[in-house]
């Protein structure tokens, strides 16, 4: 496991936890949303983001969970910490357009979007809309809800000249899929449905966006930047309906240093770097 320690350019490694990579950073003043930030990666993220004084707005599905998270790290961090909660079912495109229209009721600037919830199912399940819930939930609930947050992200850089970030988590599991690639009529009609497939489809979908949009935000001469990252595994809900690798399951507490299967403290470190520094 040596080569999990060995820095890269960046000066982290696989080990480096997100409070040492954003050590020193300053992120008062700037405004963060975080979907599934009620439990694992995104709990990790809100948390430490607020610990560096950005001020973060928990997009959930789970309100009541939510709510216990942000007490958590408000008990944790001295002084306080400016977090809020608002409810989102990324499965459901009414949801996400009710979430837009209560962040904005929130009058606030948006820095830094992270969209991290995601779901990894074994059956074949169909949203409210009718879509496969895989496709609905990891991408086009986040491409919905970066499309209504983007022109909020692109007057706040504007007002502020500070770099914005988009950032969508991902998965390496995104070569898993279609030889063809994103096959659409499989959103609509799942018919030979297999879950792995599925989720790769959606997370090769997450990737596709963030360079689509890369360019065009490149190309409008606008101040953001967007990214696709993959955490690695991490033991977190994701798996819970996994059988293979379960994160109700042993093989979560198996002892691997802080290698593969690392737990929630060993977070991603592409999110955290930010920029906060200004």
Known sequence: MWWFYRKGPS???????????????????????????????????????????VH????????????????????????GAEVDVLQLDLSSMASVRRFATEFGSLNLPLNILINNAGVMTRDCTRSCDGLELHFATNHIGHFLLTI?????????????????RIINVSSSGHIMTYPEGICFDKVHDPSGFNSFIAYGQSKLANILHSNELSRILKEEGVNISA???????????????????????????????QGILKRYRIILQVPMDCKLCR
């Open 148 to 164: 209504l947050l983007l022109e909020n992200m692109k007057n706040a850089c504007q007002d502020s000249g500070i770099e914005g």
């Open 11 to 53: 000066g982290f490694s696989g080990a480096s936890t997100a409070e040492e990579v954003t050590a020193g950073a300053d992120g008062r003043g700037l405004v963060a949303v975080i979907t599934g930030a009620s439990n694992g990666i995104g709990q990790e993220t809100a948390r430490v983001l607020a610990l560096r004084g």
């Open 227 to 257: 990214n696709t990252v993959h955490p690695g595994i991490i033991m977190t809900s994701l798996f819970r309906n996994r059988t293979i690798v379960n994160g109700n399951s042993q093989i979560s507490e198996r002892p691997c240093g």
């Open 56 to 79: 973060v707005v928990m997009a959930v599905r789970d309100v009541s969970a939510g709510i216990r998270a942000k007490e958590a790290i408000q008990a944790e961090i001295c002084g």
